[in-house]
């Protein structure tokens, strides 16, 4: 009987230490570069806080945002605070950010051409056709002096509110992830520098035009105003505005991804 009892208690310990072992389970969508690279790194000093990282790699900017609202997921790492604030508008969803990672300055990239002044009139130019990434783009674009907008600070801009187009540029609106296979296609490819890398491009080197170090599209952890404030959450949080994060950021990307922290 005594052998019984301690076995049966043996059994309940090391089921016990199994649970600790194992941890909160922790699911975050992300898209490819930089943010899984950047979320595997961190797995190892989340699981010694008892946090089990488990991450799901999408390419595209709508069903991380879905399944988490939807609970199938528990966060995301991969939008900037205009795309999140567009698509809960447009979606009716709730997410909120939870901490500031990382920028990726947005770039320009061609084949055909050398500078944007080698444009000629009537070039094609790929822009992404979500709205506030169609923004950014078009944003970037007048700055560079190609056009103008209506309204100057149009973070939500399409091409129907162009007001000056000196080049008479044709615009191609196509999803973000597409971009990249359209560069041999176009004249001027407005690219997301996560499909850029993605697709072996330099942005420090090979954009014609990109953002600067001041541009406000940090990328942001996002999660539920039920879960935001979690345990796991908040260590995620932590771990991903780490100096490890910082230094990881600074050295595998050389410029094309700067630490927002």
Do not use: C, W
Not at 99 to 117: I, M, N, Q, R, T
Not at 207 to 218: F, K, M, N, R, T
């Amino acid at each position: 009987m005594k052998k019984a009892l301690l076995f049966s208690a043996f059994a309940a310990a090391l089921s016990v230490a199994g649970l600790t072992h194992a941890g909160e389970k922790l699911v975050v969508a992300a898209t490819p570069i930089p943010h899984a690279e950047i979320l595997e790194l961190v797995k190892p000093t989340l699981a010694k806080e008892g946090v089990d990282l488990e991450i799901k790699v999408f390419t595209d900017y709508v069903q991380p945002n879905v399944q988490v609202d939807q609970k199938r997921l528990d966060a995301n790492y991969f939008q900037t605070l205009p795309y999140l604030t567009s698509f809960n508008e447009g979606k009716g969803t709730h997410l909120e950010t939870v901490v500031g990672v990382h920028v990726e300055p947005f770039g320009g990239y061609s084949k055909k051409v050398k500078s944007l002044a080698d444009l000629k009139d009537g070039a094609t130019v790929a822009i992404p056709n979500e709205g506030s990434n169609s923004g950014r783009a078009l944003l970037l674009l007048q700055k560079a002096g190609l056009i103008t907008l209506k309204d100057p600070s149009n973070a939500l801009a399409t091409p129907k509110d162009i007001a000056t187009n000196t080049k008479n540029l044709k615009f191609k609106e196509l999803e973000s992830a597409m971009l990249p296979r359209v560069l041999n296609e176009v004249d001027l490819d407005m690219i997301n520098t996560n499909y850029a890398l993605e697709a072996g491009l330099n942005p420090a080197k090979d954009a014609l035009v990109i953002e600067g170090s001041d541009s406000p599209y940090v990328n942001y952890l996002v999660a539920r105003p039920d879960n935001k404030n979690s345990d796991a959450i908040q260590k995620l949080a932590k771990a991903l505005t780490s100096p490890e994060v910082k230094a990881f950021i600074e050295k595998k990307y050389n410029g094309a991804v700067l630490p927002a922290f």
